[in-house]
């Protein structure tokens, strides 16, 4: 019988685009042929991911699975082509599949949880790509987070429109029984509807991308120099861009959707008041289905 090589395998996968483990088993029935093995997963189906792998996959959904402690959660995105596949129960089934594997995983970004393994398939990838032949569409796993709470606090998620759009956010507190107070649920289920609703980029000034302030720092600039403000008062007039930055791109900063006469930090502390503890905002990720 023929040696089948890692390389052989790597070859008849670039291929046909089917997973590692289905162009390894194709070798071994063709005892290492090539082109039977291309024939092989053709006529089983598989190689036509290789077709569909091409087409754009922009539709799907974003879905979100947090542990039953609420300490540590998901958030993904599994994208297909069409509207109508991501309502299929084929492709429901297989984003409950992905999720229960990627939960049980220790993948923290989307390199790795391509990696982890969904047996008897091999990995989420291969898996993904196994299904498209039988669903019809070019399938894949665009995006992957995952948020966990030391201490005391709260991993909370919130999924909008079916999908559509998906947060993951992780509330610290002080005492392990404010995270069953009232209203403390009801604060945590208030910002991640804000946070799906605003968009925010950052939970705070502090965390926030770098190079994302200095460019608006310079747009801002090059439009306050084409409005005829003379180049010695931008100092003084900047700081003011700055802040009205920071409250649309932060969290804390955001004046809250549902009453915007306060902002969500002013919200989170005055909620920190009324329980009697210390409440923090430490992360969140918010994914938009196709962007």
Same mark, same amino acid.
């Given at each position: 019988m023929a040696e089948i090589t890692a390389a052989l395998v790597k070859t008849l996968r670039e291929r046909t685009?089917?997973?590692m483990m289905d162009c390894k088993k194709a070798l071994v029935e063709c005892d290492g042929d090539m082109e039977a093995a291309v024939k092989f997963l053709?006529?089983?189906g598989i190689a036509k991911a290789a077709a569909k792998a091409g087409r754009e996959a922009r539709e799907g959904a974003v879905a979100a699975v947090v542990s039953g402690c609420g300490c540590d959660g998901i958030l993904f995105e599994l994208n297909c082509e069409t509207d109508f596949c991501a309502k299929g129960e084929k492709f429901r089934t297989l984003v409950s599949e992905v999720g229960t594997a990627l939960k049980a995983s220790g993948a923290s970004g989307l390199e790795e949880a391509l990696r982890v393994t969904m047996s008897p398939e091999g990995s989420v990838e291969?898996?993904?790509k196994a299904e498209c032949s039988s669903i019809g569409e070019n399938m894949k796993l665009s995006k992957f987070a995952r948020l966990s709470v030391e201490g005391p606090g709260v991993i909370a998620s919130y999924i909008h429109m079916g999908g559509k759009?998906?947060?993951?956010?992780?509330?610290?507190?002080?005492? @392990? *029984?404010?995270?069953?107070?009232?209203?403390?649920?009801?604060?945590v289920k208030d910002l991640t509807l804000h946070i799906? @609703? *605003?968009s925010p980029k950052s939970v705070d000034s502090s965390s926030l991308d770098p190079a994302f302030v200095a460019e608006e720092q310079e747009i801002a600039k090059a439009q306050l120099l084409q409005e005829g403000k003379p180049e010695h008062l931008l100092e003084k007039i900047l700081p003011g861009k700055l802040h009205a930055l920071y409250?649309?791109?932060c969290?804390?900063?955001?004046?809250?959707?549902?009453?915007?006469?306060?902002s969500v930090g002013k919200l989170v502390a005055e909620a920190g008041r009324e329980i009697g503890d210390s409440i923090a905002v430490t992360a969140f990720q918010r994914f938009q289905l196709g962007a």
């Open positions: 685009d089917a997973g053709r006529e089983k291969e898996h993904i759009v998906g947060v993951l956010l992780s509330v610290a507190c002080g005492n @392990a *029984a404010t995270k069953d107070a009232p209203a403390f649920r009801t604060l799906a @609703a *605003a409250k649309q791109s969290l804390l900063d955001q004046d809250f959707v549902k009453n915007p006469s306060i």
